[in-house]
């Protein structure tokens, strides 16, 4: 899968480690930064990441930031994302599952490493259930 990441300074060594996790299990990833935890205005490094799936170049992405909150807000901007905040394997399941989530957004000050690891496991491995839920999925990107 080729996956887009976007981050700021708060999120930047979760990202770090979410690359090494996915460039293991064999994805294409495209890194957008940022490249440190020197401060930065994160909607300048999450916006091309949220492009690059409603362009077409990326089927995901996953955006970091201390909370996420900011970050899910800026991906969300972008016409075709539907960004979820997740924070437990629960909330990553019933992303895809239900929303056809195509951007995950973590918190690295909220979600410890290890559980951050875990949900991305489980959002890049659970499909959308479509159904009854993909006429509100229609509804969302009218």
Known sequence: MRIALGTDHAGFRLKEKVKELLESLGHEVTDFGTFSEDSVDYPKFIRPAAEAVARGDAERAI????SGNGEAMAANKVRGVRCALCWSEESARLSRQHNDANVLSLGQRLVPEELAL????VWLTTEFEGGRHAKRIELLDA
């Open 63 to 66: 955006v970091f930031g201390g």
């Open 118 to 121: 875990t949900i991305v496991r």
